[in-house]
């Protein structure tokens, strides 16, 4: 079971449960097409966020398998939300799980992914005791793979037409981390501070 003390901070971010007042910053980023292209979903109008907004407000913890952690990604200077984090609870016995997160695109390039990916390694290791953290991608999503893999995740397999999204056959790319992999690569990174 994961409940975590929020806010979560990293270095240069909060990650805290969504609120109903965060309508308008997550509306501004899931109604973009660059946002959308490679998500299951088309570009989302106000209704549609509010309803994904409703659900996100209820997943502020994990208390059992088949859960998902929504954390809205803000900036700590200034209390912008540029962002959507995920993490998900696939098995209790498998203790396996995954990540998640989109961001503005004004925001891209700047390492907030890592960051957030980074802190959602550690609610997943450290705090829920998993095993095993997998990220998913569609395959033309390289920017994102570039964050799966600064991370330290692997890429362990390409999945050809594999799914049927938005009128055509995509690719799928899963990258994955173990725990014992992430806490060498935490030792390793401490050691050079």
Known sequence: M???DYPIR???LLLRPFTPADLDALHAIQARSDVA???YWEP???EQTREALETKTTQTALRDEGQALSLAVELAATGELIGDALLFWHSRTHRSGEIGY???PDHHGRGYATETGDALLRLGFDD???HRVTGRLDA?????ARVLERLGMR???HLVENEWVKDEWTDEVVYAILRREWHKRQDERESTR
């Open 102 to 104: 989109v961001f503005h």
């Open 44 to 46: 989302r109008d106000r």
């Open 37 to 39: 292209r490679y998500l």
């Open 2 to 4: 994961l409940e975590p």
């Open 140 to 144: 033309r999503n390289t920017a994102s």
């Open 155 to 157: 890429r362990e397999a």
């Open 128 to 130: 829920l005791g998993l």
């Open 10 to 12: 990293t270095e240069r």
